[in-house]
């Protein structure tokens, strides 16, 4: 069992930037693949970003790539996620998923546990 717990949202100004992080509980966090979603008020949610294990892989959604950096550090237990640039488009609840399976994984069923979600919210 993984607990995952998003923290570093809030507004911000068109062309600004965030920080989003992801602590996961237990002693095996470099055992799964990390992800990044988001979904935005009457939506589907959306996959935003990946990495592998020990962070040798990253692939991203089309609307992001160029824009957002997804990283992890084993030791601290934390993925993270660097949004750059930001659009009121991105405007949206960001989740961290965990995966117990091989990436590249863009699909929310790929996923096995999931953060309850930090707001981000850009306005124009």
């Known amino acids: 069992q993984v607990q995952l717990v998003e923290s570093g949202g809030g507004l911000v100004q068109a062309g600004g930037s965030l920080r989003l992080s992801c602590v996961a509980s237990g002693r095996t966090f470099s055992s799964y693949a990390m992800g990044w979603f988001r979904q935005a008020l009457g939506k589907e949610r959306e996959f935003v970003a990946g990495?592998?294990?020990?962070?040798?892989?990253?692939y991203y959604g089309d609307s992001v790539k160029g824009r957002f950096t997804i990283s992890r550090d084993n030791a601290k237990n934390t993925v993270y996620l660097q949004m750059n640039s930001l659009k009121p488009e991105d405007t949206a609840v960001y989740y961290c998923?965990?995966?117990?399976?091989?990436?590249?994984?863009?699909?929310?069923?790929?996923?096995?546990?999931w953060g309850q979600g930090t707001q981000v919210t850009v306005s124009s």
């Open positions: 998923a965990a995966a117990r399976r091989a990436p590249p994984i863009t699909t929310r069923e790929g996923y096995d546990y």
């Open positions: 990495i592998s294990r020990f962070g040798t892989t990253t």
